[in-house]
Structures are given as structure tokens and as C-alpha cells.
């Protein structure tokens, strides 16, 4: 039976709702938060109870992680527990694209605050393993001091171990496209910054199927304080050296665009979709791409960009 978990993250409360085959069974639960914000949440599924990461705002500004156990049945919560504070500034999990299963543990990245001017923060990344009730089975830390650091993106390895997309700054070079490769128990392999002309990030990062791995995200060209945004892939080895790279659809005029691509499964190709923020208006994107980073097939859907629910065509490319 295919279940379907949707999360809904309102000011001060989160909404769950789970659906079984349409609306065979549901539950609805609400959790009641004692902060002003709760945003950014991700979910897993354990064979016991779903698993819920969110992020709490305070009134002081203190940020904190929370993971909420709930049970599979009902909704109500079995346990909460903290999964780190910080008093100057962000300690966030940006996107539930942080938050992943493996085997009954949940591995979480998250961005924590090091260095607060007061208006800006320097970065570091901190990956937590738990288990199914928030226990920690292991936490570490990732960056240097003096460069700031951002998770976007983890995903589980062929190897056992994650890689992390995401972004690398340092005073004097820009913000560029970072990965960072890890084993299972969070020792570095490697990483990686790939340079771009004014400013990039590393939104989405996959493994392939000969063990390397393609990543995608978006570039900024010209004005480094008003960038022409563009979408981007990069395909490397096993050990982060590029086997190839390009930049996509310039010939929308794009100013503000990102893109993300995933492996197609059981293939050698992938499929690619893209937001373009352009001057004649905005556009969705969907591709299907060789593994050299050719397209094969592409359709694309405009909708108001300025609309508050703009109209989104699903087009099928297979």
C-alpha cells in the first residue's frame, strides 16, 4: 500500500496529515509549538513511527532543531528531543533534502552559526546520526575557521557512506559549489569547492551508477551584487574530478534561474528540472539527459512569476 506523508508548517504549530490510498485511512495532528516560527521540516519513515525534523524560532532569536517521533497510526507524538541550539544566529536543517533514513537510524544535516557580526554569520555543517527515538549514535562538525560552509543537499552513497552539497565561502573568492564526501561513520573522504566567475551552490548531489556522482544548482554571472543566476551540472568520479560540465538554457535570457537533476532509475540518464526567472517572464523546465549532459528530450510550461499560485503544467518527457 502506497502512503503518501504530507507536512504542513504553519507559525507556531506544525499540521501532519498521512493518506493511504487516497482516502482509504488518514490522520490529522497538529503540534502545538512554543515558538514563533517553525519552518523548513523534513520526514522519514521507520518501521515503527514517522520521524519529523523541524526547525524552532524564538523570540531572542535562538534557533533549534527539533526531531518528533510520532506513531504510524494515530499521529500523537511518542517522543521529542533537541538536536542542538545556538543562542548568535542560524542552526538550521534548510530542506527536508537534509533528512534521510538508513536502516533504522536518521542522519540529519545542519548549518550552525560559529561567528555572528551582529548581522551576518560564518558556517559550519554538523551531520548527527540518531536513532528511531533521537538518541545520538554520532555527531561531527565540518569547516575550517575564517570560511563559512552550508549543507544543502545529503545523500546516502553506494559505499555506505553520504555526500553533502551545498555551498563554500571564503573572504576574498565569492560563494561556490561545495561538496563534501563522507564515510558511515562522518570521517571525511574528501571535498571539494568548484570555483565559479561570481557565485554558485551545490543544491542537489547524487550518486551515479559507476560510482561517481552528478550535482546541479545554479551560477551567477556578471555583477557580483546582481548576478545573472543560470542552471548548471556537473558530472565527476568517484573522487570529485570533473568529467564534464555545462550550463543550461541561456536562451531564455535567464537573470534568475536554478536547476536539479536526479539519475533516471536503471539507466544511464537522468532527468533535469528547472526554474528560469527570465526578463519575458518565468518558466518551468523538465528534461532528459544523456549521460554526457546532452538532452534528449524538453518541454517547458510559462506561468506568472508575480502570481502568489501560479499554474504548474506536469509534462511527461519519457
Keep these: 500500500m502506497k502512503k503518501i506523508v504530507l507536512i504542513i508548517l504553519l507559525i507556531r504549530n506544525a499540521m501532519v496529515v498521512l493518506s493511504q490510498n487516497d482516502t482509504v485511512s488518514y490522520f490529522k495532528q497538529t503540534y502545538i509549538i512554543d515558538t514563533i516560527g517553525t519552518f523548513n521540516g523534513g520526514a522519514v519513515e521507520l518501521d515503527k513511527s514517522y520521524v519529523i525534523v523541524t526547525n524552532e524560532l524564538y523570540l531572542d532569536n535562538k534557533r533549534e532543531v527539533i526531531l518528533r517521533s510520532i506513531d504510524k497510526h494515530t499521529g500523537t507524538t511518542i517522543n521529542a528531543k533537541s538536536l542542538g541550539t545556538n543562542e548568535i544566529g542560524e542552526y538550521v536543517c534548510f530542506t527536508d533534502k537534509e ?98 566567475e561570481v557565485i554558485g551552490a551545490a543544491l542537489y548531489v547524487y550518486p551515479t551508477y559507476d560510482g561517481g556522482y552528478i550535482f546541479s544548482g545554479y551560477r551567477g554571472k556578471g555583477n557580483p551584487f546582481a548576478p545573472y543566476y543560470k542552471p548548471y551540472i556537473t558530472r565527476i568520479d568517484s573522487i570529485g574530478n570533473v568529467l564534464w560540465d555545462k550550463v543550461y538554457y541561456t536562451e531564455f535570457n535567464n537573470i534568475n534561474s536554478g536547476g536539479f537533476v536526479v539519475p533516471y532509475p536503471n539507466s544511464q540518464e537522468y532527468l533535469f528540472f528547472s526554474y528560469i526567472g527570465a526578463l519575458t517572464g518565468a518558466y518551468l523546465v523538465v528534461s ?30 519519457l
Design 99 to 196: 533528512v534521510l533514513k538508513d536502516g533504522e537510524s536518521i542522519v540529519v544535516s545542519l548549518i550552525k552559526c560559529y561567528e555572528y557580526d551582529g548581522t551576518n554569520c560564518m558556517k559550519k555543517i554538523k551531520v548527527i546520526e540518531t536513532d528511531g527515538e533521537g538518541e545520538i549514535l554520532w555527531e561531527k562538525e565540518y569547516g575550517a575557521d575564517g570560511e563559512s560552509v552550508q549543507s544543502r543537499q545529503l545523500s546516502k552513497t553506494s559505499d555506505g557512506g553520504y555526500i553533502i552539497g551545498g555551498t563554500h565561502f571564503a573572504y576574498g573568492e565569492g560563494t561556490d559549489p561545495y561538496l563534501l564526501k563522507l564515510d558511515s561513520i562522518g570521517n571525511v573522504e574528501w571535498e571539494r569547492v568548484y570555483p565559479t
Design 288 to 317: 532528459k539527459m544523456d549521460d554526457t549532459g546532452n538532452i534528449l528530450e524538453k518541454s517547458h510550461s510559462s506561468y506568472n512569476r508575480f502570481s502568489y499560485s501560479p499554474s504548474i503544467t506536469v509534462m511527461e518527457v
